[in-house]
T-cell receptor
Framework: AQSVAQPEDQVNVAEGNPLTVKCTYS??????LFWYVQYPNRGLQFLLK??????LVKGSYGFEAEFNKSQTSFHLKKPSALVSDSALYFC????????????FGKGTKLSVKP | NAGVTQTPKFQVLKTGQSMTLQCAQD?????MSWYRQDPGMGLRLIHY???????DQGEVPNGYNVSRSTTEDFPLRLLSAAPSQTSVYFC???????????????FGDGTRLSIL
């Protein structure tokens, strides 16, 4: 069965430090992987995706993610965290043939302190 | 650009009442979906549609109905609300088709529903 795991409920980082939000997946075939961010009282916003090609994917707001097929991981990273990065982050994997449904992880709350 | 619009933003219901959550998008997207978000559980798919007149069940469809009479609108109906349906509901849309399955979904800002 297809699944996505985000092993950390919360990640705490000091402003200016690098951040990593972890995601592992289980999917048959080649995965389509996504990261979304959710700010308080808002819907999810797309950050980046991996479809094929370069394992390092760059996205919005300075975020990037590294696809690792052998470890079935797709960790979200940023070299220097900002307080404004504090939000809920969701990893998701596509499944389902032509209908394209997403399975979401449970989310990781990122807290960046000044 | 309006994108995906959900109404109402907040709603309180009593057990057994019915209501319809509205969702409209102005991007001409064929694919639309409804999710519920509960603490510690991420987003779970309720129902989805790949075009007008076509709907299908997701992971947690029980207690919810949908219809898709137009490309723009995808309402979610609770026929007899239960406290277990207290949640935040999100509607999302994207272009449909296998060639577009790598396209991100666009989300509304949600409806916060409380059932007493």
């Amino acid at each position: 069965a297809q699944s996505v795991a985000q092993p950390e409920d919360q990640v705490n980082v000091a402003e200016g430090n690098p951040l990593t939000v972890k995601c592992t997946y289980s999917v048959s075939g080649n995965p389509y992987l996504f990261w979304y961010v959710q700010y308080p009282n808002r819907g999810l916003q797309f950050l980046l995706k991996y479809i094929t090609g370069d394992n390092l994917v760059k996205g919005s707001y300075g975020f990037e993610a590294e696809f690792n097929k052998s470890q079935t991981s797709f960790h979200l990273k940023k070299p220097s965290a900002l307080v404004s990065d504090s939000a809920l982050y969701f990893c998701a994997v596509y499944y389902g043939g032509s209908q394209g449904n997403l399975i979401f992880g449970k989310g990781t709350k990122l807290s960046v302190k000044p | 650009n309006a994108g995906v619009t959900q109404t109402p933003k907040f709603q309180v219901l009593k057990t057994g009442q019915s209501m319809t959550l509205q969702c409209a998008q102005d991007m001409n997207h064929e694919y639309m979906s409804w999710y519920r978000q509960d603490p510690g559980m991420g987003l779970r798919l309720i129902h989805y549609s790949v075009g007008a007149g076509i709907t299908d069940q997701g992971e947690v469809p029980n207690g919810y109905n949908v219809s898709r009479s137009t490309t723009e609108d995808f309402p979610l109906r609770l026929l007899s609300a239960a406290p277990s349906q207290t949640s935040v509901y999100f509607c999302a849309s994207r272009v449909a088709g296998t060639a577009y399955s790598n396209q991100p979904q666009h989300f509304g800002d949600g409806t916060r529903l409380s059932i007493l």
